[in-house]
């Protein structure tokens, strides 16, 4: 099992930045593409960016310009530098794992999420 712990959401004003951080735990000894989902109330969970392990990367258009997705490999974190927030921003921010490399090097292909952070942008 792997588990994904996110930090950093809060209560930010149009404008502003915030740094989201999301790290896998458990049976991992190395993780493959890993994202960030936004979901709104009443609206359907949304990719907002996402990165090989590789380091590719892939944004929605919403975001794109002002997101920026890294990752460090060594400790199996995903990050969501969010600048010139705007108040659409507003939701709850998951991130993922599709698929890692077990402790063992054994292949576990499940798509693991976080719990989610709430993020407020108010105007």
């Known amino acids: 099992q792997v588990q994904l712990v996110e930090s950093g959401g809060g209560l930010v004003q149009a404008g502003e930045s915030l740094r989201l951080s999301c790290a896998a735990s458990?049976?991992?000894?190395?993780?493959?593409?890993m994202g960030w989902y936004h979901q709104a109330p009443g609206k359907q969970r949304e990719l907002v960016a996402s990165i090989t392990s590789g380091g590719s990367t892939n944004y929605a258009d919403s975001v794109k310009g002002r997101f920026t997705i890294s990752r460090d490999n060594a400790k199996n974190t995903v990050y969501l530098r969010m600048n010139s927030l705007k108040p659409e921003d507003t939701a709850v921010y998951y991130c993922n794992v599709n698929g890692v490399r077990t402790r063992l090097h054994t292949i576990d292909l499940n798509t693991y999420w976080g719990q989610g952070t709430q993020v407020t942008v108010s105007s």
């Open positions: 458990g049976n991992i000894f190395s993780s493959n593409a």
